[in-house]
Structures are given as C-alpha cells and as structure tokens.
C-alpha cells in the first residue's frame, strides 16, 4: 500500500498556459537546529555547494534543482548581519559590540529563533525530491510546531498559476472561500498558531463579496483583495501575485519590502511536523490539492457558493462548525478526501 503521506497528489493542470511545467516553492521553519546543522543535513540528502552571505543567511546551491536558501527567521538579527557584510564588503571595519551581539544572538539562536528553508520552485510532477530533506533534517534534530517553545511557525507553500489572469484566479479564491474553514480543521492547525497574527483568515464579509458577485476583472479582484486583506497576514496571502500584476496598485495599500511579486498563491497554513517520522511536506501539499481540484470545478463552486449563501443567518452569519461539517461531507460523497 501506498503511503499516502509520501504521495504528492497531481493537481488537474500540471503545465502552465505557456507550456512550462508549473512549479511549487516550499517554505520549512522549524528549530533545534543551527544554520551549520541546517546545512550539514540539507547537503547530506542533496549535495550541493554552501555560499554563506553573512551570519545569518546562508545557500545551498543545488546543480539540479536551485538554490536552497536557509536563514534566521528573526528580521532584526537579519539586518544586522546584512550591514556587518556591507561594511566588510566596503573595507569598513564593523561595529564590534554590534557584531559580538550578531554572533551571540546567532548562536543562542537554536532554541529561540526559527530557522527556514527556501526552497526553489520545483515541478509539481516531481515534488518527491524534496523527501529525503525532510528526512535528512528530522535525524539531525529539527523541531516541528507541536514541540516548539514558540510554535508559531509552520510550512508555506508557494505553488504557481496556470495563467495570470481574472478567468483563472478567480476560481481559485471562490474555492478557497469555501473551504478556508475546513482546511483549519484539516491541517489540524496548532492553537498557537490560531492566535498568532500571521494566519488570519478572510473576513466573512470578503467570503460573502467573492461567492456573490460575477466573474470580475482582475482590477476588482485586486481591489475587493486589499480593500478587505491590506496585510501580508493571511493564511492564504495574494499580495504576491497581486504585486506581479500591478505592483504600484498594491504599494499604495501595502507598502511592504518584504512582498515578492511573483505569480504564485503564497499558502501558509499547514503546520510544520518535521520531527514526526509519519510527516512529510505531502500531507501540507495534499490539503492544498484539494483546493487545486475544486478550482476546476465551476458547477460544484456555483452550487457551493449559493449553499453557503443560504446558510447565512440574520445579524449572527455562517456557522462555522455547520459549514466545516457541511463541507467535509460533501468532499467525503465527492471523493476529494
């Protein structure tokens, strides 16, 4: 028998309008591990050649598939780091109780601060490299969301569009509209996780606005987007994609260094469960598959979309639990799950 955590499921398109093979990035954060231990591991399972771009950043560059890069995920420590090797680079001589502070805080780091990998888009048809990664980090020592002292971290997952534009995005949203509820369950969402700011879920108001109106242009789809989401915050974030569309229409409202543009749904649900020996990156993908495949499904959006409609109750909305049980039935009798 097939294990089916080790099963990457195929999505209905696996080639993007323009013929190329569409591809899916992967994001780990996890810790117990250094950046040296991080990189022993992922080099163990991959090969590759380390470049370190300062204390805090590092790549494996990887001939097959790219370069994999793993960093601290703490946005202060980077910046120090970053101006300790523009000094360096320039012949400045750095700060030395910045720099005995950078070092400190790197090493203390394992325990306290989570590390991430980055890894490059890989084809959706051949997601199976990336397995003997996750295996290779769980015998070093790496420390998923449920034994982590902040646990507020987890895996994203950056999978591309067939084609950028409002005919095939929207879709996408509806589908993810109905089902954002019931993939919290799904994922089995940690509860520190629930409470942190990074994984807020669309309003029910922005659920209503998509599942009630007609196909739109993608001006209004970015528009009704930041009007209701103007934050990276979003288990489901489209500010990069957005971005890759109309960046300018997107820093008015969000103006934020770190937004990628790229056409890609940046997902970040799923918990990351690295140090469980029957977890893989599959089971985060395989919950997202089943957003791929409702998004080709524009008979059953219709229908679940004035379901959900319906549902509404005066002044108190949706039920969440009704609908999630709504739902999982419906996937059940449909043979989505």
Known sequence: MINQNVCFKLPPITRKIDGTPKRVGFELEFSGLSLGQ???????ALGGRLEKKNRVEWTV???????????LDWHYLKCKAEENAEEAQYGKQPDLFTQTWVDLLAQASALLVPVE?????????GLEVL????ASLRKA??????????AAYGVHIN???YSLNSATLFPYLKAFALLQWWLVDAHQVDVSRKISPYIDLY??????KLLSQPQPSMAQITADYLAYNPTRNRALDLLPMLACWNKEVVQKVVDDPRIQARPTFHYRLPNCRIDREDWSLAEAWNKWWVVEQLAHRPADLEKLGLDFLIAERPLIGISRRDWVEYMDQWLRDNGLV
């Open 159 to 161: 999978t591309e569009i």
């Open 203 to 208: 309003p029910e108001a922005y659920l209503r």
């Open 38 to 44: 991080t990189a022993d591991a992922l080099q163990a």
């Open 61 to 71: 560059h990887v001939e097959a598939l790219g370069d994999f890069k793993i960093e």
């Open 141 to 150: 020592g790496a420390i998923g969301t449920e034994e982590s002292l902040l």
């Open 131 to 134: 397995l003997p990664m996750v």
């Open 117 to 125: 990998i980055a890894c490059p888009p890989v084809a959706v048809t």
